[in-house]
């Protein structure tokens, strides 16, 4: 399993929040990170899907999320191990403080939207063909509807840091109902400055969600 950390300043943590000193310049809360964009099969599948119109390849990176996701979860379950080894109160401990967004019946699953323009041109979007397999295998509800794109701008990869945070503001539009009580997990296939589901969850709190983070296939 990839080890998570604070996006930001990059601190070992347990589940990739941010950490008390960076929190305060984000409306995420973390970023579940799967994978490494370092790696040469992993950058070279995530490419293949979302420049060379490569659809099927979501079926392997969704399935690589559902395995990161599985495993984080069964880490927290007691085992009979634990309680041998005179661990139950640590254990029970380290469930109480798991993101809520591992609870089922309080998460909303929401894809980063594209712009009607590029997705027109792509033909999909490559997050929300990985996060409808997360959803359906993971038993979580999603909603692909409710966040729109509604700036077209340039694409992220090709923009410094400073410019990748001001080409991103004010992109996105929530269309649904109030979130209050709701946790959100943002899925994208990769996250480098971490500004666009910043900025997606930004509009999500803003409309009444609690916790939101992101869950991506790599990190950049």
């Known amino acids: 399993m990839n080890r998570q950390c604070c996006p930001e300043c990059k601190t070992e943590n347990r589940y990739g929040e941010f950490c008390q000193k960076c929190q305060s310049r984000f409306y995420l809360k973390g970023i579940l990170v799967a994978g490494s964009y370092k790696n040469p099969l992993l950058s070279k599948l995530i490419k293949q899907m979302k420049y060379h119109f490569t659809r099927d390849i979501a079926l392997v990176l969704g399935d690589f999320l559902i395995l990161f996701l599985r495993n984080h979860i069964n880490q927290k379950n007691l085992k009979s191990a634990d309680i041998l080894a005179g661990s139950v109160w640590r254990a029970f401990a380290e469930i109480k403080n798991a993101p809520p967004i591992f609870n089922k019946n309080r998460t909303l699953i929401i894809p980063v939207p594209l712009h009607a323009k590029r997705l027109r041109w792509r033909g999909y979007n490559q997050a929300e063909e990985l996060a409808k397999i997360v959803a359906k295998k993971m038993d979580y509800d999603i909603?692909?509807?409710?966040?729109?794109?509604?700036?077209?701008?340039k694409p992220q990869a090709k923009l410094s840091h400073d410019e990748r945070l001001q080409n991103i503001q004010n992109c996105f539009q929530y269309k649904g109902s109030n979130l209050h009580g709701i946790n959100i997990i943002l899925i994208d296939d990769v996250a480098t400055t971490a500004s666009t589901l910043n900025e997606c969850a930004k509009e999500l709190k803003?409309?009444?969600?609690?916790?939101?983070?992101?869950?991506?296939?790599a990190k950049g």
């Open 143 to 153: 909603r692909t509807d409710i966040l729109i794109r509604k700036k077209y701008n």
């Open 206 to 217: 803003q409309n009444g969600a609690d916790e939101v983070w992101g869950l991506v296939v």
